[in-house]
Every structure is written in structure tokens, then in C-alpha cells.
């Protein structure tokens, strides 16, 4: 069995040490793997998801999951038939959002693809929150 050990990331700016002082892992969730993903900072992507995404509900839907998850960022319909957007947030939490970008939507959408594009690494969040865009 791997020994456990506690994983804490220094803050970077005034919110994040905010932010992490509401959320201190438990030393019992955490292996010697999570320390990895824990000095991986914040990063950011641009998506854009092709399929039956408008007049379903996608927009309301990935700005809850986005705000479940607790990533900031923005979702739009555009003229094209697609939904585009941004999201922000620790890398972990960015690729769960990704799978469920990808992978789940709304429940009357259909995806056909998800593109992913200008992911980086970023020093703070760019947004408080996470909205609609009209």
C-alpha cells in the first residue's frame, strides 16, 4: 500500500489563498500521485463543441457544470450552430470539464466533436466566475 501524504500548493495571489483556505485536502484522500497534479497551477483553454448543441440547454448546463466544479470562465452560442467558450481553473478540474465537454452536455444535446485549443498555464484567473455570454 502507498503511504499517504498531504499535498498543499502555496498560493500564488490573495484569491487563491482565499480559495485554498476552503478547501485543505484531508491527508487521508491523498496519495504521493496527487502531488503531481497539485504544482500543475491554473490553466485556461478555449473549446468549441460541433453537434446539436443550441436549443438544447448547453449553455445553462456548462455553466452549472462549470460552476459545480468550481472553474470560471464563459459559454456562447455563436452563429455557426456551435458553443464556444472559455474555461479557468486548476488543471484537474479543467480536464474533468473537458471529458465532460466532450462527452456529456446537455441532456437533449447531441455532441459530435469537441475542439480544444490555446490551453496554457496561467498565474491568476482572468474571471470571477462562470457565465453565459449572449
Given at each position: 500500500?502507498a503511504p499517504?501524504?498531504?499535498?498543499l500548493q502555496?498560493p500564488r495571489?490573495?484569491r487563491a489563498?482565499?480559495r485554498a483556505s476552503?478547501?485543505?485536502?484531508s491527508?487521508?484522500?491523498?496519495?504521493s500521485s496527487c502531488?503531481a497534479?497539485?504544482?500543475?497551477?491554473l490553466?485556461?483553454?478555449d473549446?468549441?463543441v460541433y453537434?446539436?448543441?443550441?436549443?438544447?440547454?448547453f449553455?445553462?448546463?456548462t455553466?452549472?457544470?462549470?460552476?459545480?466544479?468550481?472553474?470560471?470562465g464563459w459559454?456562447?452560442?455563436?452563429p455557426?450552430?456551435?458553443v464556444t467558450?472559455?474555461?479557468?481553473?486548476?488543471?484537474?478540474k479543467?480536464?474533468?470539464m473537458?471529458n465532460?465537454?466532450?462527452n456529456?452536455?446537455s441532456?437533449?444535446?447531441?455532441?459530435d466533436r469537441?475542439?480544444?485549443?490555446n490551453?496554457?498555464?496561467?498565474?491568476t484567473?482572468e474571471?470571477l466566475?462562470?457565465?453565459?455570454?449572449?
Amino acid at each position: 500500500r502507498a503511504p499517504t501524504v498531504l499535498c498543499l500548493q502555496v498560493p500564488r495571489s490573495p484569491r487563491a489563498a482565499l480559495r485554498a483556505s476552503h478547501q485543505l485536502p484531508s491527508a487521508a484522500h491523498h496519495t504521493s500521485s496527487c502531488c503531481a497534479m497539485a504544482s500543475s497551477g491554473l490553466w485556461a483553454l478555449d473549446y468549441e463543441v460541433y453537434g446539436d448543441v443550441q436549443g438544447v440547454f448547453f449553455r445553462k448546463y456548462t455553466e452549472d457544470q462549470g460552476k459545480k466544479l468550481g472553474v470560471v470562465g464563459w459559454v456562447k452560442n455563436t452563429p455557426r450552430g456551435t458553443v464556444t467558450g472559455q474555461v479557468q481553473g486548476p488543471k484537474e478540474k479543467i480536464e474533468i470539464m473537458k471529458n465532460w465537454l466532450r462527452n456529456v452536455g446537455s441532456p437533449m444535446s447531441r455532441i459530435d466533436r469537441a475542439v480544444f485549443s490555446n490551453e496554457r498555464e496561467i498565474s491568476t484567473l482572468e474571471f470571477l466566475n462562470f457565465t453565459t455570454k449572449y
